[in-house]
């Protein structure tokens, strides 16, 4: 298969909506990056729509069902802080960047999600330390490029407050430009944060939101400053991409409390599950709710029809095992909830099972203002993708496309085939 360029950089703006694509014409790297290019501002996310399916399903062509990545976190019933999908073992097929390896390409990766562990020549995953006794430094150093995470952290590291953004953000960047320049990779995938943070924290439409977006373009300039700087911009093919939206909350649902409540969950004295027939697994605008037996999902179903018929209950619809398969999440889970606008999903065993989000809980990181993994049907919910440079067509507009696109182009651009996707390669972008 012909390869269409010598050098794929992928820039992932984690949060990035079509909302946003306005102002980013206005943004003077972005107007840059826009000038000539390709793109697609209504392009359809997968669900649930949260950070670690969909970029494994960029990377992959598939949707969650298919790759295996179905949620951010593990099922583990009780646990303050679940272990997140962080290791290449959870995904199931192959990606780009294994295809790219095989084919002796050169490869490099910062804070990709579910890359820990990969084989990938330069590599920063995006792991934190989820265990007391853990150090970031000796995760990112264990589930990485072991020289090259101390070489980027010696020069780059006074750039950054541990995970804090937007300084994380500031610390991945430099890294970046630092290997465009000195390694330059055959492909390059990088995931940029900032803006899904200040989201989260203070709301789709916030001052900090729109800071954080000129942050970002101001990234962009270093990264393609970098790009021209290491002499391979005519040989470079550069991506710019969202994986989801996010959408404004009043309201948190505590699923687990109705199920504690109804006997389903039970709690010992520290607070902990010590055992459980039925539990809801948040992906924050919607939620899976797993079963263990035939009885307990007859319990559920009753609980959630009710549940579903009161309007005010912040439910906006109910999918059962055979609906969820179909819309490419997890079919395993018995049930799949989608919450209306305004409300989302918390994990939480405490308090109340409706409880109204407060400035104080917000600031203290234990709510948040605004969340995606909603349905991709919702309106207004398409994010964004941006490609110029070797192998792409000038100034074609698609009307809509999908996540799962993505990487069978990426592959296609590569002269890579990653075989029987959900996918399509996006033809009408490429100039051959």
């Known amino acids: 298969m012909k390869r269409l360029t010598d050098h794929l950089i992928v820039i992932s703006f984690d949060c990035l909506s079509a909302n946003d694509f306005e102002e980013l014409k206005k943004l003077p790297n972005f107007q840059r990056l826009l000038e000539g290019a390709s793109y697609c501002r209504q392009v359809n996310t997968i669900y649930p729509s ?20 179905t949620a951010n976190t593990l099922v583990q019933p009780g646990r303050p802080s679940p272990d997140w999908y962080w290791q290449r073992r959870h995904v199931d097929g192959s990606t780009v960047y294994d295809e790219a390896k095989k084919a002796g390409m050169s490869t490099a990766a910062l804070l990709w999600p579910v890359t820990a562990k990969a084989k990938i020549d330069y590599h920063i995953p995006e792991i934190f330390a989820n265990r007391k006794w853990h150090s970031q430094t000796a995760v990112s150093l264990m589930n990485g490029s072991f020289f090259y995470t101390i070489e980027m952290n010696r020069k ?44 989260h924290r203070y709301g789709f439409h916030s001052t900090e939101a729109e800071d954080a977006l000129r942050r970002h373009d101001d990234r962009l300039g270093e990264l393609l400053k970098a790009i021209d700087d290491s002499g391979i911009g005519d040989r470079a093919t550069i991506i710019a991409l969202g994986d989801h939206s996010s959408l404004d909350e009043h309201t948190v649902i505590k699923m687990n409390v109705l199920l504690k409540d109804s006997g389903l969950i039970l709690v010992g004295k520290k607070g902990s599950v010590t055992s459980w027939q039925a539990y809801c697994q948040s992906n924050d605008g ?75 809980d917000v600031a203290s990181g234990l709510y948040t203002r605004a969340c995606h993994g909603y349905s991709p049907n919702k309106p207004g919910y ?51």
């Open 156 to 199: 780059f590291g006074h750039l950054r407050k541990g995970i804090r953004q937007p300084w994380l953000d500031d610390f991945v960047t430099a890294a970046a430009a630092y290997t465009i320049r000195t390694k330059k990779p055959n492909l390059m995938l990088l995931h940029l944060v900032d803006l899904d943070s200040q989201r």
């Open 382 to 432: 398409q994010t964004v993708f941006i490609a110029k440079g070797k192998g792409i067509q000038r100034e074609v507009v698609l009307p809509n496309m999908s996540l799962v696109d993505e990487g069978p182009t990426f592959a296609r651009l590569l002269g890579l085939d990653l075989g029987n996707v959900d996918g399509r390669v996006l033809t009408e972008l490429l100039t051959d």
């Open 50 to 69: 949260v950070t670690y399916p969909c970029h494994t399903s960029i990377i992959t062509g598939n949707y969650p069902n298919r790759h295996g990545i």
């Open 286 to 360: 919607s939620c899976y709710i797993f079963v263990k037996d035939p009885e307990a999902q007859e319990r559920v179903n009753a609980m959630l029809h009710s549940l579903v018929t009161n309007p005010k209950n912040g439910i906006g619809a109910l999918y059962r095992a055979g609906e969820i398969e179909k819309m490419g999440a997890d079919g395993k889970a018995a049930f799949m909830l989608e919450a209306k606008e305004g409300y989302y999903f918390s994990e939480s065993l405490n308090g109340e099972a409706y409880e109204s989000i407060q400035e104080a």
